[in-house]
């Protein structure tokens, strides 16, 4: 058995982060502020806006045949490509996840072989351990950081004295969120101040947010600081990016 003093650990080093965010805000921009050489695993097809950075590559899976793809190309990466880069991202999860039960649904049959065009119900289990097994393996890969990209959906939570809320989350399927942002060290949600246009990530945890930061003490991050600043224990003061429609307020009632 082999046994690390927590007195040996660096904050911040081969650290693993969410971030999420309607499509279109700039989570996939975000990326070009790590720090060295990064690979970017091309999901969603919106790597366009790397464009000229020097230090990104980018390689496409084939969303027509996710699971396979995925296995075969990020067993090539884990097997030739450790090593080279110092970051690896996922752009993006929520696509994946549609991806996937996209090609369930294509190959779905009745009993009769008519085309369904459904996913069923044993597909949906199977990608809940298939998603986070994926993530598992991705962040055992040592001496790289690992960043993943969402878009956001909401999901109502209740409080201990019994207020309903409705919170902003990664957009994964719901019985398995939780357990994938328990993988990151970092989860953070991009918001954009409706007064000045600047974006930021809101890192600190509230009943209208899902957020989370296990690498510093900062509440809130600018794109460009996000990577680079990782580790301080002191916050770095800034301009709070108003959270808008995420403040928290009682969710109206579900209909049907």
């Given at each position: 058995m082999e046994i690390q003093h927590a007195s040996d650990l660096k904050r911040g080093t081969d650290f693993t982060a969410l971030i999420y965010a309607q499509p279109g805000t700039g989570k996939t921009s975000t990326l070009r502020y790590l720090?060295?050489?990064?690979?970017?695993?091309?999901?969603?097809?919106?790597?366009n806006v790397l464009a000229g950075s020097p230090n990104i590559d980018i390689v496409k899976l084939d969303t027509k045949h996710p699971l396979e793809g995925a296995r075969s190309l990020l067993l090539e990466i884990s097997r030739g490509y450790q090593g080279v880069y110092d970051n690896i991202a996922i752009d993006n999860l929520s696509e994946f996840e549609q991806a996937w039960l996209g090609e369930k649904a294509n190959e779905s049959k009745t009993k009769s072989g008519a085309d369904m065009g459904i996913p069923q119900?044993?597909?949906?289990?199977?990608?809940?351990?298939?998603?986070?097994?994926?993530?598992?393996?991705?962040?055992?890969?040592?001496?790289?950081?690992k960043v993943y990209t969402a878009w956001e959906t909401t999901r109502q939570i209740e409080t201990p004295s019994g207020q309903t809320f409705n919170q902003f989350t990664p957009q994964i399927r719901e019985k398995i969120v939780t357990n994938v942002m328990g993988l990151m060290n970092l989860v953070g949600r991009m918001v954009i101040s409706d007064k000045t246009g600047q974006r930021g990530f809101i890192l600190h945890p509230s009943n209208a947010v899902f957020a989370k930061n296990q690498l510093d003490d900062r509440k809130f991050a600018l794109p460009e600081d996000l990577f680079t600043k990782i580790g301080g224990d002191v916050d770095v003061s800034t301009s709070p990016v108003p959270n808008g429609p995420s403040q928290p307020g009682p969710a109206s009632p579900r209909k049907g």
């Open positions: 720090t060295g050489k990064t690979l970017v695993v091309d999901i969603d097809r919106t790597t119900m044993n597909d949906y289990n199977q990608l809940g351990f298939y998603l986070p097994d994926m993530i598992r393996f991705i962040n055992s890969w040592p001496g790289v950081n």
